[in-house]
T-cell receptor
């Protein structure tokens, strides 16, 4: 089978740093992506890790460890607008764009 | 550059009916994927179209079918609707099917309610 595990909810305050973890068990693996989705909105791409290590994009960073089947999304200098659901997603097959998504982590940023 | 547009945004059907959802991909994107997102869950892959042919399918029954047109727009058809088909249906477009960052550009979705 295949599964992605991530916490269902995280709460943090403005200006803080939050880490959202994702562990995965899949039959194939080429990379780990992160998407953000505001209520009523479309999922939007945040980051992708095809190799082990840290990828940084502004306030957001993402990490991957293939040997541990684990990754995380790090959000720094939290802003109220960061309140949203965050999904990790595994790319299993290089020949297709299909992604297997986790159930999502709902982040609530408080003032 | 236009993004991914989907129609209709909301619709209500009854069990046993059929529905067609439409998607216009982002300019320059030749691959379209469809996902089903139940409330509080992550998107689930339905199928993908590349060059007007189905290029991958998730764990969905044959009553879920699709089309891709020469202009890369796409349709998702669902026959014999069931209550569990109530969900947000997301269309995502991308460029090509080969390896890479696998960046999908999603539309805002069509929310289907089956009564």
């Amino acid at each position: 089978g295949q599964s992605l595990e991530q916490p269902s909810e995280v709460t943090a305050v403005e200006g803080a740093i939050v880490q959202i973890n994702c562990t995965y068990q899949t039959s194939g693996f080429y990379g780990l992506s992160w998407y953000q989705q505001h209520d009523g909105g479309a999922p939007t791409f945040l980051s992708y890790n095809g190799l082990d290590g840290l990828e940084e994009t502004g306030r957001f960073s993402s990490f991957l460890s293939r040997s541990d089947s684990y990754g995380y999304l790090l959000l720094q200098e939290l802003q109220m607008k960061d309140s949203a659901s965050y999904f990790c997603a595994v790319k299993k097959d290089t020949g297709r764009r299909a992604l297997t998504f986790g159930s999502g982590t709902r982040l609530q940023v408080q003032p | 550059e236009t993004g991914v547009t989907q129609s209709p945004t909301h619709l209500i059907k009854t069990r046993g009916q059929q529905v067609t959802l439409r998607c216009s991909s982002q300019s320059g994107h030749n691959t379209v994927s469809w996902y089903q997102q139940a409330l509080g869950q992550g998107p689930q892959f339905i199928f993908q179209y590349y060059r007007e042919e189905e290029n991958g399918r998730g764990n969905f029954p044959p009553r879920f079918s699709g089309l891709q047109f020469p202009n890369y727009s796409s349709e998702l058809n669902v026959n014999a609707l069931e209550l569990d088909d109530s969900a947000l249906y997301l269309c995502a477009s991308s460029l090509g099917v080969s390896s890479g960052a696998n960046v999908l550009t999603f539309g805002a979705g069509s929310r289907l309610t089956v009564l």
